[in-house]
Nanobody, 121 residues
Framework: QVQLVESGGGLVQPGGSLRLSCAAS????????MGWYRRAPGKERELVAT???????NYADSVKGRFTISRDNAKSTVYLQMNSLKPEDTAVYYC???????????????WGQGTQVTVSS
């Protein structure tokens, strides 16, 4: 069984910083891309940032220059460093990993349970 467990959300003032972590665990054979998505109240889920196994990154325009995604392959963990946070960054943030579990021939997308980020004064 594969699990993605997120941590690091919370309440922060505008202009502040937070670092999200997401660790994949279980019977994993390999991990391809990992990423972060978010869903704000009343809105659709949107991509925040992704990172490939080779460390190529992609960001939503709204977070470019403020957020940085990184990963530690040895720990099967992806991070999201969020700086200069704005109230419009308030959302539930979800971790995503495209990975192949042991004894499976195909990779699938797995999701974490979500962590709340609230930016407010």
């Amino acid at each position: 069984q594969v699990q993605l467990v997120e941590s690091g959300g919370g309440l922060v003032q505008p202009g502040g910083s937070l670092r999200l972590s997401c660790a994949a665990s279980g019977s994993i054979f390999s991990i391809n891309a990992m990423g972060w998505y978010r869903r704000a109240p009343g809105k659709e889920r949107e991509l925040v940032a992704t990172i490939t196994s080779g460390a190529s990154t992609n960001y939503a325009d709204s977070v470019k220059g403020r957020f940085t995604i990184s990963r530690d392959n040895a720990k099967s963990t992806v991070y999201l460093q969020m700086n200069s946070l704005k109230p419009e960054d308030t959302a539930v943030y979800y971790c995503n990993a495209n990975l192949r579990a042991r004894n499976w021939a195909t990779a699938y997308n797995y999701w974490g349970q979500g962590t709340q980020v609230t930016v407010s004064s």
